[in-house]
């Protein structure tokens, strides 16, 4: 893959994005990269909706049951091992593509996270102690005198700005502005990237996505982790297990529970959809919808232009 783009294919939970890439592994040779939050953890399997042993024996597959439940895991991480996955593949003559709809996985990947200058927790204590009373329009205008980019933010990032500015002596907009450019500059090629989006039907595929999940065991799964998986593992935090986990214990009945996974569902969908719209760089996308009788062709030409 010497000289190709690093292909990224990313969107909203349910899309089809692993179909896509399952068939990219067939006809192009290609090895898959996850960047997925919830597939990262060991055992649960249904609601994260994993790639089954089938799909594993049909492509390789990495980034999945990485950790133990209980462990935590950072978008940093993840973009660090994602580095050696990537040269595990071409290791064995693949061709790596990201896929996946955590966009912070992804935007630590392609441009490296931006790290706080280091404050003295002493003076950064004092400061918010008399931060704290303060109203929100006495902290913009605050921050409008240090830092005027940062002023229409919110309270937290407001107390941010003016720790920083104050005792650092350097605005935190200019950081983030310089790490950007220095994070461009160290990236030799843009990335091709692949938004895979259904439009309207995305919601009825949620739905019927959550009904297999439920009528393959889904709650069999859960029952099996509540005796494994302490209650405040990270893992837990996975979209749908804890609606699914108030059945298993009888707070509700499964319709409800199903409902509500639906719901936390689309939710989370509607937020991966703004974050991709807002967080890619439009010139190095494309858009497709898989249920286009065209997206086979487009793909298709997707990844032969990243060649």
Known sequence: MAGDKLR???GPTAAGKSSIALELAAEGNAAIVSADSRQIYCYFNIGTAKPT?????????????????EQRYSAARWAMEAEEWIESAAEIDKTPVIVGGTGLYIKAFVEPLF???EIDPVQRAQLENELENKSLQ?????????DPSRAHLGRAQLVRA????????????????????????????????????????????????????LNTGWAEEVRDLIDKVPVDAPAWKASGYQAVRDHVEGRCDLSTARQRVIIETRQYAKRQRTWFRHQLPQSAVKHVNPEDSRSRAMVREWWERAE
């Open 115 to 117: 790290h706080a200058p």
């Open 53 to 69: 042993r089938e799909e594993c024996a049909r492509a390789t597959h990495y980034g999945v049951d990485v950790v133990e439940p």
């Open 162 to 213: 003016i720790e920083t500015a104050i005792l650092t002596g350097s605005r935190i907009s200019d950081l983030h502005a310089a790490h950007k450019a220095t994070s461009s500059l160290e990236t030799t090629s843009q990335p091709a990237y692949l938004v895979v989006d259904p439009g309207p039907s995305l919601a009825s595929r949620i739905e019927n996505r959550v009904a297999a999940m």
């Open 138 to 146: 006495v902290l913009r205008d605050w921050c409008r005198s240090l």
């Open 8 to 10: 990224i294919i990313c």
